[in-house]
């Protein structure tokens, strides 16, 4: 007789459904000792709970999520070079000084100002669409893809959004 056969696939998928069901506290309890565990250091705990609520769907098993999230809780870095080169363009570096200016004028980010702020970017700009967030995103994140981005800039703040493009113009 043969041993049992697991789809793995399904098993994954079976996890992510249980993780999915989990309130945003206990998902943070289910998953951090996997992000302390490869090293990845907690500094802010709102910080560490909003930026893993936010990749949760993310997460098929709890040991996936430290490579999720640790772009999040490292230094800045491009994780390849066509972000490294989107960011180089004289559009992006035109785009980085629009945003800071218009970050610039507001007191504290929220999901509402920041959806004005980029729109008045590409009204003012004309950049729109993949010309307007994917130089962005890969200016503050580094990244080309990821997590919502509107929430990721509420999430890490006006200053720090400043401080990231400034590095590239």
Known sequence: KAGAVFDVKKLRWMNSM????????????????????SGIVIQDETFAKAIINLVRDSVEVAPDISEIVAPYFAPFSFE????????????????????????????????????EVMKQVQTETGFKGKQLWMPYRAGFTGREHGADISSLSVIFGKEEIIKRLKQHI
Do not use: C, G, M, R
């Open 80 to 115: 390849n070079e066509a972000a490294q080169a989107l960011v180089q363009l004289d559009e992006s570096k035109i785009l980085f000084k629009k945003i800071i200016e218009k970050l610039s004028e507001i007191d504290q980010l929220n999901t509402e100002n920041f959806k």
């Open 18 to 37: 249980y993780a999915k069901k989990l309130s945003a506290d206990e998902f943070y309890n289910y998953v951090k000792p996997y992000i302390l565990q």
